[in-house]
């Protein structure tokens, strides 16, 4: 169950908080804003979005895979705001009973997994019926010629050496397929600059039955 990317792990923290002292902060808090009840943080990486989960937060369980990243996101759910539990797992199949969860929050994770569409079938299943899916994820580029340069980056190297990352994959339709309807989404680009992953999008999903 354990997932390896040893020079991606130590480089990702970095990487993350350069983001956000550069504007994405703002962008987990509005994903993480009127959140209530019990979350499921899928991919939880070394805990950046811990500290932005709002009080009517009961528990949050934090899913991370790579093992050094889930040691920093422990050491990080001893300052979180709300009670964070640290666990290893899978986004294809969660440590979590069925329909057993309010909402479950992903963030810069759809773009990385193997199986995109299992994924999303595992978080419909631990949702409770009505509960939501929220997501802040970077996506298919607007521009015909970026998404080329997408397409051709993400059949190279590009995802071995980024930990899996694709950096052109259509996750708004994916969402829609896999049983959740979208109540809310906004599109911005981070950074300003077009670059291959600079399209975002961060919103809301209600579990359809």
């Known amino acids: 169950m354990a997932v390896h990317h040893p020079i991606f792990a130590r480089l990702y923290p970095q990487m993350g908080k350069a983001?956000?002292?550069?504007?994405?902060?703002?962008?987990?808090?509005?994903?993480?804003a009127g959140l209530a009840g019990e979350v499921i943080d899928v991919g939880a990486g070394d805990?950046?979005?811990?500290?932005?989960?709002?009080?009517?937060?009961?528990r949050v369980l934090a899913v991370e895979p790579e093992s050094h990243l889930r040691g920093l996101a422990a050491a990080a759910a001893r300052y979180a705001p709300v009670p964070v539990e640290v666990v290893n797992g899978l986004a294809e199949r969660l440590p979590a009973?069925?329909?057993?969860?309010?909402?479950?929050?992903?963030?810069?994770?759809?773009?990385?997994?193997?199986?995109?569409?299992?994924?999303?079938?595992?978080?419909?299943r631990v949702v409770k019926p009505?509960?939501?899916?929220?997501?802040?994820?970077?996506?298919?580029?607007?521009a015909p010629g970026l998404a080329r340069v997408q397409r051709l980056l993400d059949a190279?190297?590009?995802?071995?050496?980024?930990g899996g990352c694709h950096?052109?994959?259509?996750?708004?339709?994916?969402?829609?397929?896999?049983?959740f309807t979208i109540e809310r989404i906004d599109r911005f680009r981070f950074p300003d600059a077009r670059t291959p992953s600079s399209l975002h999008?961060?919103?809301?999903?209600?579990?359809r039955d």
């Open 19 to 32: 983001m956000d002292r550069g504007g994405m902060a703002r962008h987990r808090r509005a994903l993480l």
């Open 47 to 58: 805990g950046l979005n811990f500290g932005h989960y709002p009080p009517t937060i009961t």
């Open 97 to 124: 009973a069925d329909g057993s969860a309010d909402a479950v929050v992903v963030s810069l994770v759809l773009c990385s997994l193997p199986d995109q569409d299992a994924a999303l079938r595992e978080f419909h």
């Open 130 to 142: 009505g509960g939501q899916l929220r997501f802040l994820e970077h996506v298919r580029a607007d």
């Open 156 to 162: 190279t190297i590009w995802p071995r050496l980024a």
């Open 167 to 179: 950096t052109g994959r259509d996750t708004t339709a994916a969402i829609d397929r896999s049983g």
């Open 201 to 207: 999008i961060v919103g809301t999903a209600l579990r």
